[in-house]
C-alpha cells in the first residue's frame, strides 16, 4: 500500500529581514486606512457628527462614542435602530423616512417630502409616515419635466436647489402640496442609476441652502442609494439562497425515485409562487414527439392562489400554437417575457378564468431551452400586490429556471427510459420466439440422452468434429457436459433447449461459428476431465458452459473494426467489446431457459460471475495481462492454489488455450481453421479498403502469400507461451504442444515449398520495438 509521505518539522526560511519588511509594510497600511478612506465618497474628517450618524447605517466610518450628555441631549435619532439592515426583513421605506427626518432637522428646514419611484408605471408615490401600514392611501404623480419639482427631479436624476420656488416658471405646481419659498430636491440614486427615491426639503422663510448644507446632503443621498442597493441585493442573494436550498431537496428526491413528476412539479411550483408572491404558477414541457407545425406540451398548473385544492392539475395536451397566451408567444419566439398587462396587451386574448373570475394581469414567463431549441416553458400570473413583477423577481425566477432546465431534461430521460425499456420487453420476447429450438430436435436430443457412444478417439486432443457428422454436436456437447458438471444438478429438458438454442445464436461465418464453439468446448472438456479435483463444482460449471457461449453472436468482425466504425456495441463498452456483449446474450440464454433452477441461489450467482470473468478472458488483450502477472507466479514456484486471484489467473489461461485450440490440431485441420480466419480476416480488409483504410497486412487479401510466414509467427508469440504455461500446471496437455510444434514445422515446409524466405523477426522489426510488433500481430489474430 503507498503512503502519502508527510514532511516533518519544516522550518520557515523567511529571514529576520523579510519579517522586519513585512511589519514595516503592515503599519504602513493601517496608518495609510485610517487616514484615506478610498471606499468614502466624502472623506470623514470633513464629515460634522450628525452627518456622520446619518451615514452609519450605510457604511462602516470612524465613529467615536458620544459622551454621556451629549447621548441624552440628542434622542432624535437611535443609531441602533439602522442594525436592522443585518437582519433579515428590512423596511427601507421607514429608513428612509428616518433619514430624511434627520436631514430636516439638520438643515433647518420647514418640511421634508419623501417619495419613492415606481419605475413600472413610471410615478412618484409619496410616502406617509406610517411606513409600515400597507393600507396606507398612496398619492401618485406622474414622472416627467416641469410641473411638478419632485417628478422632474425623478425624471432628470438631477439634484434642483430652487432660492424662489414661487418664481420659478419651470415648475407652474411648484412643491404640489405646500407654498415654500425655498426648496433642496435631492435624488436617490442606486449604483445602477436607477433612482430610488427623491427627498424634498422645503423652507418657508427666504434663507437659501448654502454649500456646506447641500454638500452633507447629497453625501447622505450618495450613501443613502448605495445602502439601499446593498440591502436590496442581500435580501435577494437570501431568497435565492433560501431557494436553492428548498428546490435542490426537492430535486434530490425526484432524481432518487423518492417522488413522482407530478408531486414534485406542485410542490416547486408552491415554492416559486410563495417566494415571488404570484396568484398562480404553471409548467410546460414540450412535447418532441409531436409530428407536425403545431407546438404540444404537457401542462402543470396549481391553479389560482384563492383555491383551496392543493391536487395537482395536468392537461395532457395544450396546443400552444393556437393559443394567443404569453406562454404561447414565449414557447414559439424562445424569448422571456415580464408582461404588465396582458388584458391590454393586443398580442394575447383577454383571458378570465371560467372558475375564480380572475383576469389575467401581469405575466413573468420564461422559455426552457438547450441546444434543440425550447423543450419548456414556466409563467407566474399576477402579483399577490397587484403590482408588476420587478427586476428582483425576475433575478429569483432566473434561479428557479434553472433548475427548470434539469426538471425538464431529466423528465425527457426518464419518458425515452419508459419507453425503451417497454421496447426491450418486446425485442426479448421476440428474441425468446426465435431462440426457441424446434420440437423435433428437443426431442431427437431427449430421446438419445446426449449421444450414446462418442467417436472412438473423441477423448483426445486431436479430434475435431470435422471427422463426423456436425448435426451431431449438440448431442456431443450435451454428453460433455454431463460428463463433467450436469450429471445431477441440471433437468435434461432445460439443458438440451439450452444447447440447442446456443448453437443457434452463432452466425455462419468462415471462423466464428458453431463448430469453433465446439472445438473450445471440448478442448476444456479434455482438460477438465484429465485434470480433475483441481476446481470446484461452481467453476467447471462456468467454464464449460462458458466454452460454448464464448462467441456467441459474433459478426465475423474484431473490436478494432467495431470501434472504427462506431458499432452500437462499440458506444456500449469500453472495453472487450465483443467479449462483453457474447456475456451479456450467455446470460440471457442462461436466465431464459433456466438451465440453473435445480441450484442454490448462491451457486447460481457464483456461476454467472465465473461466466463473466472467462468469456472476458478470451479477449487477447486480457490475455496478454494474465500472462504477465501468471508467469514470475510460475518462476518463483509461488503459485497458491488456495488464493482465489491465482486461480483466476489460471482459469484466464485455460480460456485462451481452447480458444486457440485449432491451432493444436494435426496440421490439415490446423490449416483448414488459418484459413477460415484468413477468410473473415480478408472480409474485414476489404470492408477497410472500401471505407478508406489501408487493412493490416493480415487482413489483406494482396498478401495472402504471407500467410505461412504470419501463423509461425503468431504460434511463436502467442500460442507457444500460452502452452507452456499451462503445461506447468497439467502436464497431460502436452499432446497440444507436439500438435502445435508440428503445425509450425509444417509451415515452415510450405514456405520452403513456395521458396520462399523465412520470416526473421530481426530482419523485419527494428530492434528497439520488438514488443509493438508482437502485440500488434496478437490483435491481428484476434480469434
Not at 87 to 109: C, P, Q, R
Request: with cysteine; hydrophobic share 40%; charged share 25%.
Amino acid at each position: 500500500m503507498m503512503h502519502e509521505l508527510t514532511p516533518k518539522n519544516v522550518k520557515s526560511t523567511k529571514s529576520k529581514q523579510d519579517v522586519k519588511q513585512q511589519d514595516a509594510e503592515d503599519s504602513l497600511s493601517k496608518k495609510s486606512l485610517t487616514k484615506v478612506q478610498s471606499h468614502f465618497l466624502v472623506p470623514s474628517e470633513k464629515l460634522d457628527k450628525v452627518t456622520r450618524r446619518v451615514i452609519a447605517p450605510y457604511a462602516q466610518i470612524e465613529r467615536k462614542g458620544l459622551k454621556e450628555s451629549e447621548q441624552k441631549a440628542r434622542k432624535y435619532l437611535d443609531i441602533n435602530r439602522f442594525n436592522v439592515f443585518l437582519d433579515d426583513e428590512i423596511d427601507l421605506d421607514a429608513l428612509l423616512y428616518e433619514t430624511a427626518m434627520v436631514l430636516k432637522n439638520f438643515t433647518n428646514s420647514s418640511g421634508v417630502f419623501v417619495y419613492t419611484v415606481d419605475q413600472m408605471k413610471g410615478e412618484i408615490v409619496l410616502m406617509s409616515q406610517n411606513t409600515k401600514n400597507p393600507d396606507r392611501h398612496e398619492v401618485n404623480i406622474p414622472i416627467g419635466e416641469n410641473k411638478v419639482v419632485a417628478a422632474h427631479v425623478a425624471f432628470t436624476k438631477e439634484m434642483l436647489v430652487l432660492d424662489d420656488v414661487q418664481r420659478d416658471r419651470r415648475f407652474a405646481e411648484g412643491l404640489k402640496w405646500i407654498e415654500a419659498k425655498v426648496a433642496l430636491c435631492m435624488p436617490v440614486l442606486k449604483p445602477d442609476g436607477e433612482c430610488h427615491a427623491v427627498l424634498e426639503m422645503y423652507r418657508t422663510h427666504a434663507e437659501p441652502y448654502d454649500d456646506d448644507t447641500v454638500y452633507t446632503v447629497v453625501s447622505v443621498a450618495c450613501w443613502a442609494g448605495a445602502a439601499v442597493h446593498q440591502a436590496q441585493e442581500r435580501i435577494t442573494l437570501q431568497k435565492t439562497a433560501h431557494l436553492n436550498s428548498e428546490l435542490r431537496t426537492l430535486l434530490h428526491n425526484y432524481f432518487c425515485d423518492l417522488a413522482s413528476i407530478d408531486t414534485m412539479l406542485t410542490d416547486m411550483l408552491a415554492i416559486v409562487k410563495s417566494f415571488i408572491g404570484a396568484m398562480r404558477s404553471s409548467f410546460y414541457i414540450i412535447d418532441k414527439e409531436y409530428f407536425g407545425d403545431d407546438v404540444y406540451a404537457d401542462m402543470w398548473d396549481d391553479g389560482w392562489s384563492t383555491e383551496k385544492s392543493k391536487m395537482p392539475r395536468k392537461r395532457t395536451k395544450i396546443n400552444l400554437s393556437r393559443e394567443h397566451t404569453p406562454a404561447g408567444l414565449v414557447s414559439r419566439t424562445g424569448k422571456k417575457l415580464n408582461v404588465n398587462d396582458a388584458y391590454k396587451d393586443s398580442r394575447f386574448t383577454k383571458e378570465i378564468d371560467s372558475t375564480t373570475g380572475t383576469v389575467v394581469r401581469s405575466c413573468l414567463v420564461s422559455p426552457i431551452v438547450d441546444k434543440h431549441g425550447v423543450i419548456g416553458v414556466v409563467q407566474l400570473t399576477n402579483k399577490n400586490n397587484a403590482l408588476p413583477f420587478n427586476h428582483e423577481d425576475e433575478m429569483i425566477f432566473e434561479v428557479f429556471i434553472s433548475y427548470c432546465s434539469l426538471i425538464v431534461h431529466f423528465y425527457n430521460m426518464h419518458q425515452k427510459k419508459i419507453y425503451h425499456e417497454n421496447k426491450n420487453i418486446i425485442y426479448n420476447d421476440l428474441m425468446k420466439l426465435h431462440l426457441k429450438p424446434c420440437r423435433h430436435d428437443v426431442e431427437e436430443l431427449m430421446e438419445t440422452n446426449g449421444i450414446l457412444l462418442p467417436p472412438s478417439n473423441f477423448r483426445t486432443y486431436d479430434y475435431d468434429i470435422s471427422e463426423g457428422n456436425r448435426e451431431e454436436m449438440a448431442g456431443l456437447v450435451c454428453y460433455m457436459f454431463k460428463e463433467t458438471f450436469a450429471d445431477r444438478n441440471f433437468e435434461r429438458q432445460q439443458l438440451a433447449e439450452f444447447v440447442l438454442s446456443v448453437l443457434s445464436c452463432y452466425r455462419d461465418n468462415p471462423y466464428h461459428n458453431a463448430q469453433h464453439a465446439f472445438t473450445f468446448t471440448h478442448t476444456m472438456f479434455m482438460i477438465l476431465v484429465n485434470n480433475t479435483g483441481y476446481f470446484e463444482f461452481a467453476e467447471v460449471a462456468a467454464l464449460m458452459i462458458s466454452g460454448l457461449c464464448h462467441d456467441l453472436d459474433h459478426p465475423g468482425y474484431n473490436n478494432n473494426f467495431l470501434m472504427l466504425c462506431k458499432h452500437p456495441l462499440a458506444l456500449m463498452y469500453k472495453t472487450s467489446i465483443l467479449e462483453n456483449h457474447h456475456y451479456f446474450l450467455a446470460k440471457k440464454i442462461v436466465e431464459d431457459k433456466q438451465i440453473f433452477s435445480k441450484l442454490p441461489i448462491v451457486d447460481q450467482e457464483r456461476i454467472l460471475e465465473e461466466m463473466k470473468y472467462a468469456i472476458l478472458c478470451t479477449d487477447l488483450a486480457v490475455y496478454f495481462q494474465l500472462r504477465a502477472q501468471l508467469a514470475p507466479l510460475i518462476a518463483d514456484q509461488t503459485f497458491d492454489w488456495n488464493d482465489n486471484q491465482h486461480r483466476k489467473l489460471l482459469k484466464g489461461i485455460l480460456m485462451t488455450t481452447s480458444d486457440l485450440s485449432g491451432s493444436c490440431k494435426p496440421f490439415g485441420v490446423a490449416k483448414a481453421n488459418a484459413q477460415c480466419v484468413y477468410e473473415e480476416f480478408y472480409n474485414q480488409g476489404d470492408k477497410e479498403r472500401s471505407m478508406g483504410y489501408t487493412p493490416l497486412s493480415m487482413m489483406d487479401r494482396r498478401r495472402s502469400i504471407n500467410q505461412p510466414a504470419e501463423q509461425i509467427q503468431f504460434l511463436s508469440v502467442v500460442v507457444f507461451p500460452c502452452l507452456m504455461l499451462l503445461q506447468n500446471f497439467f502436464p497431460n496437455t502436452v499432446q497440444l504442444m507436439e500438435n502445435c510444434r508440428k503445425t509450425q514445422e509444417a509451415w515452415h515446409e510450405e514456405i520452403e515449398t513456395r521458396g520462399q524466405r523465412l520470416w526473421r523477426q530481426g530482419e523485419s522489426v527494428a530492434a528497439s520495438q520488438p514488443s509493438k510488433i508482437l502485440i500488434k500481430s496478437c490483435f491481428e489474430q484476434d480469434s
